[in-house]
Nanobody, 124 residues
Framework: QLQLVESGGGLVQPGGSLRLSCAAS????????IGWFRQAPGKEREGISV????????HYSDSMKGRFTISRDNAKNTWYLQIDDLKPEDTAVYYC?????????????????WGQGTQVTVSS
């Protein structure tokens, strides 16, 4: 049974940084991608970045380039999302998700396995 658990969220002042974690268990696929998404109240779930299990290659949404960095620790089955220079508009629930195969997708509907999310609140 595949399980994903996000952590690392919290209340942060504008300009601060956070490193979110996504711990996975029960991953049996040889090839897959892990994506990070976020959803603010009243808004659609938007894709941030995707990383490949094969070689660690990454893909970012055009709107997320610069302040967001996705990475992995294969030995720990853990994936990370580093967020720098946090802004109030970054306030959202952040999710990680898994998709079988090596195709980069940033559409939430393309992923079937999700964590419960971790809340990030950016406020002065």
């Amino acid at each position: 049974q595949l399980q994903l658990v996000e952590s690392g969220g919290g209340l942060v002042q504008p300009g601060g940084s956070l490193r979110l974690s996504c711990a996975a268990s029960g991953l049996t696929w040889s090839y897959y991608v892990i994506g990070w998404f976020r959803q603010a109240p009243g808004k659609e779930r938007e894709g941030i970045s995707v990383i490949s299990s094969s070689d660690g290659s990454t893909h970012y949404s055009d709107s997320m380039k610069g302040r967001f960095t996705i990475s992995r620790d294969n030995a720990k089955n853990t994936w990370y999302l580093q967020i720098d220079d946090l802004k109030p508009e970054d306030t959202a629930v952040y999710y990680c998700a898994a998709r079988r195969g090596l195709v980069f997708r940033l559409s939430a509907n393309s992923y079937g396995s999700w964590g419960q999310g971790t809340q990030v609140t950016v406020s002065s």
